[in-house]
């Protein structure tokens, strides 16, 4: 009997809508959790989530299972849903309408870690290297 791997990484970057600066640090903390248990609810493995006050970035190992965008949809719309209904402070929350996925060589996993984990540092000021694949389309 044969036996299938595989292996998809994928990095996804959305932002609030009209980049309003709605995760701050303790929020961002449980909308990352939250995201990382939609993710695995949906068969997808969390490598590295993180992200700044007004967009996210994840990587995931996508399963050959879902569609990118259907992907994309259940983390939104399901995030949106828990943060109306669990931080009083965003009842009006919403995230972008578009996203960024981009394939990721397992050759780039440690940079692209390294790079989501260094987001507050990034957007304090202090600039890191950015992953090739984003040098030419920031959020």
Known sequence: MSRS???IGIHLVWATKQRHPWLEAPIRRRV????AGIAKWQNCRPIEIGGWV???HLYLALS???????LVVTLKANSTRWIR???PTLPDFEWQRGFL???VDPRNDAHLRAYIRAQEQ??????L??????????P
Do not use: F, Q, W
């Open 5 to 7: 791997v595989v292996r």
């Open 85 to 87: 209904a669990h931080i």
């Open 101 to 103: 996925a981009y394939g």
């Open 54 to 56: 007004d967009h996210l």
């Open 129 to 138: 290297p950015t992953p090739p694949e984003l040098r030419r389309r920031m």
């Open 32 to 35: 990352i959790l939250v995201l």
């Open 64 to 70: 050959p299972e879902i569609a990118v965008s259907r």
């Open 122 to 127: 990034i957007h304090a000021g202090r600039r």
